[in-house]
């Protein structure tokens, strides 16, 4: 079965102090792996996708990285304008139709200044 | 452009009313998707579709139909509402398999 588990479920960052987010995924066959980012009372904002390991993105503070069983979001001293939910999904090569996305439960980032 | 737009944007259901959730996007975009977002939960696809006339089941369909008869267009109906239908829900769409999805700005339901 498809799976995705993101930790850790909270996250608590002063300001500046950089740290990283955890993705594993159990999946038959890799299509893609998405980053999301979500703030309250909004829907979820695409950040990365990333289809190989080895592969890397970045975008502004954030830098995210796979491997064959896992991906990290890196961020760099992070703002407080970074606190949101940051969720993670796959997408297997057995859908061949695309579009079936399996999202992990997110992991709630808060950044104090 | 105004993206995926989803209407209503809460509602309040009594246990066995139907409804539908409308969803509609401006991008001409082939993938659309509906998903529900419970605490704990995360996110579920209930339905998908890869293109007008096209759907599938996703994660939870159960309760749930949809229909795509123009590419705009994907509403979400709910046949008799339980109260474990209580929920966010929201509407995505996306141009091509491994590009990012748009998401709306959700529905709230209750269903008391």
């Known amino acids: 079965e498809d799976q995705v588990t993101q930790s850790p479920e909270a996250l608590r960052l002063q300001e500046g102090e950089s740290s990283s987010l955890n993705c594993s995924y159990t999946?038959?066959?890799?299509?893609?792996l998405f980053w999301y980012r979500q703030d309250p009372g909004k829907g979820p904002e695409f950040l990365f996708t990333?289809?190989?390991a080895g592969e890397e993105k970045e975008k502004e503070r954030l830098k995210a990285t796979l491997t064959k069983k896992e991906s990290f979001l890196h961020i760099t001293a992070p703002k407080p304008e970074d606190s949101a939910t940051y969720l993670c999904?796959?997408?297997?090569?057995?859908?061949?139709?695309?579009?079936?996305?399996?999202f992990g439960q997110g992991t709630e980032l808060s950044v104090k200044p | 452009n105004a993206g995926v737009t989803q209407t209503p944007k809460f509602q309040v259901l009594k246990t066995g009313q139907s409804m539908t959730l409308q969803c509609a996007q401006d991008?001409?975009?082939?993938?659309m998707s509906w998903y529900r977002q419970d605490p704990g939960m995360g996110l579920r696809l209930i339905h998908y579709?890869?293109?007008?006339?096209?759907?599938d089941q996703g994660e939870v369909p159960n309760g749930y139909n949809v229909s795509r008869s123009t590419t705009e267009d994907f509403p979400l109906r709910l046949l008799s509402a339980a109260p474990s239908q209580t929920s966010v829900y929201f509407c995505?769409?996306?141009?091509?398999?491994?590009?990012?999805?748009?998401f709306g700005s959700g529905t709230r339901l209750t269903v008391v």
């Open positions: 995505a769409s996306s141009s091509g398999v491994l590009n990012g999805y748009t």
């Open positions: 999946v038959s066959g890799l299509r893609g």
């Open positions: 990333l289809y190989s």
């Open positions: 999904a796959v997408q297997a090569r057995i859908y061949n139709q695309g579009g079936k996305l399996i």
């Open positions: 991008m001409n975009h082939e993938y």
């Open positions: 579709s890869v293109g007008a006339g096209i759907t």
